[in-house]
């Protein structure tokens, strides 16, 4: 499965073979006083090693201009190079693509403009696009560009090469240039230039140096193969070429963004692997069925499929596994989207006798059996692997596979085989194991060790996955549709990274979310925090590994909680709902400012549950004095808080024994856990003495029976510390970890900025050039109760839902207030919305996010068939794959329909295409 990478290239050039080349690049890039240009090169190493970077300071040579000189010694060298932004206060912005410049000998003079991250076609530099979803296929090689102007063959001497990217080039087209000159055609749309794309996305034509001393003026186009001409100029005001540098073998001017009349736009779909439906599947979509979901979406115009997460999230082998950001492993993929059929065919071995009967039963089950299905597969995998593991282990292919990805996959075997053993994945369970012996591991990986076979079992499970995922990809690259994968913020702490690497992670820490409208009291999604100092002591190793992996099965990538690299929701281990966290990182209060705001108690007071007298019943019922004798007591504040003898639930209930209250035991239980959620304050674990206030303490009791001058204290401190105090100190935290990120993999990267988004976060996003992710119904301005397609930004993804939503469907008619409101203010209708969301509505919600000004639109499957009021789910509740608010959800959706019963829906097809085609979203070319 693994693929080459897409590396954006400065354009290629050969002198003379001398021994030293001389190189001076230039670049025109506005600075202010204080702010400096550096060029960053880098040079590859031995095997799969990180390669090394080195910076280097430019000069400011007047008029907007920066330079550096430099000389390669080997005869033959590839330089790869970019540019970095440093501003005042030492933060680096880099430009979105490395640079390849090829040289031999003599002087090489450069002439680049500054590649911004922001600038929207940026994004087509990354591996969705150029040879995916852009496919000129007309795009000519170095040595067969034909040269329409006169005098143009077999020149010699000095040359001037001019390049330009330019992934985003229609089918039967190329690039080309003309201008003012002869060389260029004269503006004679016949007599234009062909540039090779020989190096696409890269386009180069070479001229004679001598020829173009005087001032030339220049556009690009889009040149039509069939017809032999150009047959559209680019945008804009006409192209000047630069005063050349003389003295220089050769000139290279890199030119950048083609200048198109409009934006490109594209669409896509977004379903679970497991939702698939085939009419041969077992229970479940596979790997191999996105070859024909792939063909279905490029029928219907549509150039991407998103999916959740593919990774083994096998912990203890029960429906609580169907979770998928719940993975043992960063790397591993999950053996239920194997498919048997094709892997016993491969092996010439007939199917278990009761492979048939099965697989029907469990194909006819409207939601997923994951624990009957995964039972399944495993014991056929491991029948299958018995009789045909000599061979399968010493197949090349397997070898190769074996030694390529020994760094994650021989620790992914060793914790299965523990984790089999143990009848656990807690590997603190695993007594001598508990720590990981990588000595003793890598000697059950030698043949005839008495772990051998059990180990190669997982390996060789993973290698065809690999393989069939890998298939599946392919399949859909042909008909120009990308896959978009998605990468969870967090890592299980049973997993084989806590296992082999603790000393990157928060163990003793849980991530989650703050309370949101779907979770009242926030998430607690359970997972270790990072120890980000020690991620960034070796440039994020670990991350760009990770991302790496990823980039070779997917060509985008969804980035689960991107708010998490500026900051993440931290919870103590002790607690089990997420409204007691905190952020960390923070810059939490001292006590004198706390002071200082308004609040003159000790805040250190307010860290544990308390409550005024008159909110006692709230808690506690009719129950509430007798508890209050009991369990409570009063502190100098006037505040009632729990005894510490009484600090355990067994304390309390024996407690409730003795007073004749066990038949409430289970109610009172309740509110001392809500008491517990009674403070204002959250002493920082990490800076004792300094405090976080309490995520919406204005909802407290406690708060509410507060003096109204403290209220106000408090109010103004919670909503300074939330939404102002942070704003630079988290975008510097960004701005420290995404970009070694977006460095190790080509991928193109979409952030779920969903949630509390702190005001730094769009600016980042932009500077970086990541897409946003927007939802009409949770717009991101607190002002508004829907948001406007029309107005997001162009780099993001916009969407009618997300697995963590109900439906468009389910959505309208679960709020009848909301759907009220969208109906009258946003579709402009009169009289009562109709209860139910017929297809009108859909269309309305679709053609609308369709039209907007997002890069993509990637709607879920389920709303794309809400458009049709035959093929639709019948029970839309039935088609919502998570609800957050119920932290053991069972994953377990399925489509209704088969594939092949979508790939026949001709009329829902055509609509589909119409659809998009009107919105301007269909394939180019």
Request: glycine share 8%; charged share 25%.
């Amino acid at each position: 499965m693994e693929r080459g990478r897409l590396r954006a290239q400065a354009g290629i050039y050969h002198l003379s073979p001398r021994c030293m080349t001389t190189v001076t690049l230039r670049v025109h890039f506005h600075t202010q006083w204080g702010e400096d240009l550096l060029c960053e090169q880098q040079f590859a190493n031995a095997g799969d090693a990180e390669p090394q970077i080195q910076l280097q300071p430019m000069t400011w040579a007047g008029d907007g201009f920066w330079m550096h000189t430099f000389e390669t010694g080997s005869a033959e060298s590839e330089i790869t190079y970019r540019y970095v932004f440093r501003d005042r206060r030492g933060a680096t912005t880099r430009e979105s693509a490395w640079r390849r410049l090829a040289v031999a000998g003599g002087s090489l003079a450069v002439l680049d403009h500054w590649l911004s991250p922001e600038w929207p076609e940026s994004a087509f530099l990354r591996q969705a696009f150029a040879g995916i979803i852009f496919r000129p296929e007309s795009r000519g090689s170095a040595g067969s560009v034909t040269d329409t102007a006169p005098n143009a063959a077999n020149f010699t001497g000095r040359r001037l090469r001019i390049t330009l990217r330019a992934p985003r080039v229609p089918r039967g087209h190329r690039i080309c240039l003309t201008g003012n000159h002869p060389r260029l055609g004269e503006w004679q749309t016949e007599r234009a230039r062909p540039m090779s794309g020989a190096q696409y996305p890269l386009w180069t034509a070479d001229l004679p140096l001598e020829e173009f001393s005087g001032p030339v003026e220049f556009k690009f186009g889009l040149w039509r193969d069939a017809a032999a001409r150009l047959v559209q100029f680019e945008t804009g005001p006409n192209r000047r070429l630069p005063a050349l540098p003389g003295g220089a073998d050769a000139v290279v001017v890199n030119c950048e963004a083609f200048q198109y009349a409009t934006p490109w736009k594209g669409a896509g779909v977004a379903i679970p692997v497991f939702a698939l439906r085939s009419a041969c599947g077992y229970g479940i979509g596979e790997f191999a069925d996105l070859a024909a979901f792939a063909d279905w979406v490029a029928g219907c115009g549509l150039q991407m499929v998103q999916l959740l997460p593919v990774n083994d999230t096998s912990s203890d082998f029960t429906w609580r596994d169907s979770y998928p950001y719940k993975a043992i492993s960063t790397a591993a993929l999950h053996p239920i989207y194997l498919n048997l059929e094709s892997l016993f065919a491969e092996y010439g071995q007939p199917l278990p006798a009761d492979y048939a009967a099965r697989r029907e039963g469990l194909n006819r089950l409207p939601q997923l059996d994951y624990e009957t299905v995964l039972r399944d597969k495993l014991a056929y995998l491991r029948r299958l692997f018995n009789q045909v593991a000599p061979a399968a282990l010493a197949r090349r292919a397997f070898q190769n596979y074996l030694r390529e990805h020994a760094r994650w996959l021989r620790p992914y075997a060793a914790f299965c085989r523990l984790r089999d053993r143990h009848g656990t994945a807690d590997f603190t369970q695993w007594g001598e194991f508990a720590k990981y012996p990588a000595e003793r591991v890598a000697a059950w990986f030698e043949a005839g060790a008495p772990e051998h076979m059990e180990v190669m079992f997982h390996c060789w499970v993973q290698f065809h996955l690999d393989r069939q995922l890998g298939a599946a990809v392919a399949a859909g690259h042909a008909r120009g549709v990308a896959f978009k994968g998605d990468l969870p913020i967090g890592i299980d702490r049973s997993s084989v990274e806590a296992w082999t690497e603790p000393e990157l992670f928060r163990l003793d820490r849980q991530t989650g979310a703050p309370p949101d409208a779907f979770a009242v009291l926030g998430q607690n999604w359970g997972f270790p925090t990072y120890n980000w100092p020690r991620l960034e002591a070796d440039g994020f190793a670990w991350w760009r590994r990770r991302l790496r992996r990823m980039s070779t099965a997917f060509d985008a990538l969804r980035l689960d909680h991107i708010l998490g690299f500026f900051r993440i929701w931290e919870i103590p281990q002790r607690h089990t709902e997420g409204i007691m966290g905190h952020y960390h990182p923070a810059l939490p209060l001292g006590r004198e400012e706390i002071r200082a705001a308004g609040f003159a108690h000790e805040p250190a007071d307010f860290t544990e549950g308390a409550v005024a007298d008159a909110a006692l019943v709230e808690f506690f019922g009719a129950a509430a004095e007798r508890v209050k004798a009991g369990v409570l007591s009063r502190g100098e504040d006037g505040f009632w808080r729990l005894r510490p003898e009484f600090a355990t639930a067994a304390a309390r209930r024996a407690w409730y024994e003795e007073a004749g209250l066990a038949d409430q035991a289970t109610a009172l239980e309740e509110g001392v856990r809500r008491l517990g959620f009674e403070v204002l304050f959250r002493e920082d674990p990490d800076q004792p003495g300094r405090f976080h206030p309490r995520i919406n303490l204005a909802g407290t009791a406690l708060f509410r029976a507060l003096p109204a001058a403290e209220q106000t204290a408090l109010r103004n401190l919670h909503d300074d510390f939330y939404h102002h105090r942070h704003t630079q100190f988290w975008a510097d935290e960004a701005l420290k970890k995404l970009p070694p990120l977006m460095d190790a993999s080509p991928m193109l990267i979409c952030g779920e900025d969903l949630g509390m988004v702190p005001d730094c976060v769009p600016a980042v996003l932009k500077r970086l050039g990541l897409l946003s992710l927007e939802v009409q119904r949770w717009p991101k301005r607190a002002d508004l109760v829907f948001g406007d397609p029309a107005a997001y930004p162009y780099l993001s993804v916009c969407t009618t839902s997300t697995h963590d939503m109900s439906t468009l469907r389910g959505w309208w008619e679960e709020e009848p207030e909301t759907r009220q409101r969208f109906w009258r203010e946003v579709m402009r209708r009169e009289g009562p919305a109709p209860a139910e969301c017929i297809p009108d509505i859909c269309r309305f919600i679709v053609e609308q996010n369709l039209a907007g000004a997002s890069m993509w639109c990637i709607l879920p499957l389920q709303d794309w068939l809400g458009l049709d009021a035959a093929l639709r789910h019948p029970v839309p509740t039935e088609e919502r794959i998570n609800v957050p608010a119920i932290p053991r959800h069972y994953w377990r959706y399925r489509m209704h329909l088969t594939l092949e019963q979508l790939a026949a829906a001709a009329d829902f097809n055509r609509l589909m295409a119409d659809l998009v085609i009107a919105a301007g979203r269909q394939p180019e070319g």
